[in-house]
């Protein structure tokens, strides 16, 4: 059986960390977060990385991760751009009104098929997930049983930011499954509760327990057609909203709503952090120090960064 395969989004913007996050360095010895990441994965059972980026990062990508980390790993890039895959008649009115950015996190997958030809898990480029959560989706994606698709969720109130309101996909579990999960796209820590406001300033409290997806996603190898076929349904929706984006929640929402693929919700105890915003990286670069101390990670996790 093929060993599974990292997919790692890495074409984000950055508008809200006002820079490349997916590139800023928090260890020691010039280690970004997704190095943390690829290096839980590669003692989890995955045997290959690909990174999705844009063609105006690759040169960067090559120079500050694959020159890196590219001699301990099979890696690939793949490319997401506005147009990639999109339909000309759909890429030129986008083009019209004024979209500058790719079509979200599952057009960002959609551009990278033909790297992920055995079952895959996805994750952000700019999260730290634990060695726990790819020790679960390692132990699922290797096992011949591995036929559904899989989420890691985390506990609301351990994935808020200080400096501003997230986006999460909040999760009802049943019976060991994900039944659905539903983007909220604002969500922050007030008076000791955590609001989720919606874009008409209604807000609704959450219980700080609740199931968020943080995109740490698993899915079998076939799973493309299906995704494709959500794909065109969203640009036939949304395709003239220049700011629309097609998100993996509601993708796996579709997915589980019309009978095409069941996610199995994975138990991990794990510690999540993440750079939103630029003063989020004083205190990601202060716990990637503590976890080194602790012995969680080598001090240089990478020959070649010697």
Avoid at 26 to 52: C, M, N, P
């Amino acid at each position: 059986m093929a060993k599974p395969i990292l997919a790692v989004l890495a074409a984000g913007m950055g508008s809200r960390y006002g820079g490349l996050k997916q590139l800023d360095r928090v260890g020691q010895h010039g280690e970004a977060l997704l190095d943390f990441s690829v290096f839980d994965a590669l003692r989890s059972g995955f045997g290959k990385a690909v990174f999705i980026v844009r063609r105006d990062l690759e040169a960067d990508f090559r120079e500050l991760v694959l020159k890196r980390i590219g001699g301990s790993v099979e890696c690939a890039l793949a490319f997401q751009e506005r147009d990639s895959l999109i339909p000309g008649g759909v890429a030129r009115e986008a083009e019209r009104l004024g979209r500058t950015k790719p079509w979200g996190t599952t057009h960002a997958l959609l551009c990278a098929e033909r790297e992920l030809d055995a079952p895959f898990a996805v994750i952000n480029a700019d999260d730290f997930y634990g060695r726990e959560a790819f020790a679960a989706m390692g132990a699922y994606l290797c096992s011949p049983e591995a036929r559904d698709g899989a989420i890691v969720p985390y506990r609301l109130e351990r994935t808020l930011s200080d400096e501003g309101t997230v986006s999460r996909g909040v999760c009802e579990i049943a019976g060991g499954y994900l039944a659905s999960v539903e983007e909220h796209l604002s969500l922050a820590r007030e008076g000791g509760a955590v609001y989720s406001t919606a874009p008409g300033g209604a807000k609704t409290a959450l219980p700080p327990d609740t199931p968020v997806s943080m995109n740490f996603w698993g899915f079998p190898a076939g799973i493309f057609p299906a995704l494709h076929r959500y794909f065109g349904e969203f640009l036939q929706a949304q395709g003239a909203d220049p700011k629309s984006e097609c998100y993996l929640p509601r993708a796996a929402d579709w997915l589980i709503r019309r009978g095409l693929l069941r996610f199995r919700a994975l138990e991990a105890d794990a510690e999540w952090f993440g750079m939103t915003y630029k003063a989020d990286k004083a205190a990601a670069a202060r716990r990637v120090k503590e976890l080194v101390a602790a012995g969680a990670y080598p001090a240089r996790l990478w020959e070649r960064s010697a």
